[in-house]
Nanobody, 125 residues
């Protein structure tokens, strides 16, 4: 059984920062040695999109839209990942999700099998 739980969302003014957390658990000692992990978001009325994915070798790939503003942090000891979001913009308003994939190729969102309930981020003045 795999569990994914996001937290840390909220409302912030443009230019502000938030740190999202994603706690994971599975019946293995080190989740991230077995699963790829990523952060994704779904703006209102739009499809879910990938923000950053990290594979089992810790290779991390950011989408162009966030790579200069968001930072992915992986804490293997705690089976937790974070998304530090700086210089937030109104267009960053979305539900943010963490996902896990056990598939061998996991750069694309379609590879992700396990999802949390999401945490909502609103950027508005």
């Amino acid at each position: 059984q795999v569990e994914v739980r996001e937290s840390g969302g909220g409302s912030v003014e443009p230019g502000g920062s938030l740190r999202l957390s994603c706690a994971t658990s599975a019946r293995i000692e080190s989740v991230f040695d077995t699963y790829c992990v990523g952060w994704f978001r779904q703006p209102p009325g739009q499809p879910r999109e990938s923000l950053v994915v990290s594979d089992r070798t810790d290779k991390t790939t950011y989408s162009d839209s966030v790579k200069d503003r968001f930072t992915f942090i992986k804490d293997k000891a705690e089976n937790t990942v974070y998304l530090q979001m700086n210089s937030l913009r109104p267009e960053d308003t979305a539900m943010y999700y963490c996902g896990l994939s056990r598939r061998p190729f996991c750069r694309h969102i379609s590879s992700y099998e396990y999802w949390g309930q999401g945490t909502e981020v609103t950027v508005s003045s």
